[in-house]
């Protein structure tokens, strides 16, 4: 009797590791994180209630659009961090920044940044990024490497106190400028120690151009996406997002973050739709 259980241990055990690890694929969670931009109001009425409600989604980070003096939704940085922690999520990323100071608004500007990148760094945020540039940055190569110049320096602020900072762009920065592509210029004159590119990949195609170009022309400067479509995530059948993702070590991604602007529904209902889309996609690991 003792053989023929052996026996039949010896034939099972093997089937049964593998339907569990079967199992445990197929429920694992993939890492994908939210720019709460894309539910900007219900985060305004009532911030406690949707970062519950999020949490419930599977989404497993967030990316806030809401610093300021120190505060993040009305928050301070440990209530605000202990918040989404408990809601299942980690806060990895933040949009904020500031407008390029002239020389005589330089070091009140310096000094907004050390403020908010304490705040910052007392959240556990790993990523800073700046999702804006004012008129300066478009109408001349000089106000562009103005810019480029600050970012350098806001960079290594930011990378003194363990945190990277990046810049996001929009369509704008595919335009020509004495003769140059901004976006090119900008990738080109800031230091890539100090500064990376979060790629959002609907604006660069409404642009004009191919990420996977600029994945081609400037490998591993694209630390994080925003993945965005029209309305939700991969329903437009415009964005080629599984060739993206192919490419995504060439790029040096590391995180993708959802962003959507537009809705069928209601945004969580939209977000969520995002989310399901990506998590049923063989091509998002």
Same mark, same amino acid.
């Given at each position: 009797?003792?053989?023929?259980?052996?026996?039949?241990?010896?034939?099972?055990?093997?089937?049964?590791?593998?339907?569990?690890?079967?199992?445990? +694929?197929?429920?694992?969670?993939?890492?994908?994180?939210?720019?709460?931009?894309?539910?900007?109001?219900?985060?305004?009425?009532?911030?406690?209630?949707?970062?519950?409600?999020?949490?419930?989604?599977?989404?497993?980070?967030?990316?806030?659009?809401?610093?300021?003096?120190?505060?993040?939704?009305?928050?301070?940085?440990?209530?605000?961090?202990?918040?989404?922690?408990?809601?299942?999520? +980690?806060?990895?990323?933040?949009?904020?920044?500031?407008?390029?100071?002239?020389?005589?608004?330089?070091?009140?500007?310096?000094?907004?940044?050390?403020?908010?990148?304490?705040?910052?760094?007392?959240?556990?945020?790993?990523?800073?990024?700046?999702?804006?540039?004012?008129?300066?940055?478009?109408?001349?190569?000089?106000?562009?490497? +103005?810019?480029?110049?600050?970012?350098?320096?806001?960079?290594?602020?930011? +990378?003194?106190?363990?945190?990277?900072?990046?810049?996001?762009?929009?369509?704008?920065?595919?335009?020509?400028?004495?003769?140059?592509?901004?976006?090119?210029?900008?990738? *080109?004159?800031?230091?890539?120690?100090?500064?990376?590119? *979060?790629?959002?990949?609907?604006?660069?195609?409404?642009?004009?151009?191919?990420?996977?170009?600029?994945?081609?022309?400037?490998?591993?400067?694209?630390?994080?996406?925003?993945?965005?479509?029209?309305?939700?995530?991969?329903?437009?059948?415009?964005?080629?997002?599984?060739?993206?993702?192919?490419?995504?070590?060439?790029?040096?991604?590391?995180?993708?973050?959802?962003?959507?602007?537009?809705?069928?529904?209601?945004?969580?209902?939209?977000?969520?739709?995002?989310?399901?889309?990506?998590?049923?996609?063989?091509?998002?690991?």
């Amino acid at each position: 009797m003792k053989k023929y259980a052996v026996f039949y241990f010896i034939l099972i055990f093997p089937l049964a590791v593998f339907i569990l690890n079967s199992c445990a +694929r197929e429920t694992k969670k993939k890492d994908v994180g939210l720019q709460l931009w894309s539910i900007r109001q219900d985060m305004q009425k009532d911030p406690v209630k949707t970062i519950e409600e999020l949490g419930k989604t599977g989404y497993t980070f967030i990316e806030t659009a809401n610093y300021s003096h120190g505060m993040f939704y009305g928050m301070s940085p440990a209530d605000f961090k202990a918040l989404v922690e408990k809601n299942n999520m +980690r806060f990895l990323s933040s949009h904020t920044g500031l407008a390029v100071p002239d020389s005589a608004s330089w070091e009140s500007a310096m000094a907004w940044w050390d403020t908010c990148i304490d705040a910052h760094a007392a959240a556990g945020v790993q990523y800073i990024v700046q999702p804006f540039m004012d008129s300066v940055g478009y109408t001349s190569l000089s106000g562009l490497q +103005r810019y480029c110049d600050y970012f350098n320096a806001v960079g290594k602020k930011c +990378r003194d106190k363990g945190i990277l900072f990046g810049y996001h762009n929009h369509s704008g920065e595919f335009a020509t400028l004495e003769g140059q592509t901004i976006y090119d210029y900008m990738l *080109q004159h800031t230091d890539s120690s100090q500064v990376f590119f *979060q790629n959002d990949l609907y604006w660069t195609q409404m642009g004009g151009k191919n990420p996977v170009d600029y994945f081609t022309r400037y490998p591993g400067r694209f630390k994080l996406w925003h993945v965005k479509d029209e309305k939700e995530v991969g329903a437009s059948g415009k964005m080629d997002f599984k060739t993206l993702y192919e490419n995504a070590a060439l790029a040096g991604m590391q995180y993708a973050v959802v962003e959507q602007e537009e809705y069928t529904t209601t945004p969580m209902e939209g977000v969520k739709a995002s989310l399901e889309y990506l998590q049923n996609a063989d091509f998002v690991k």
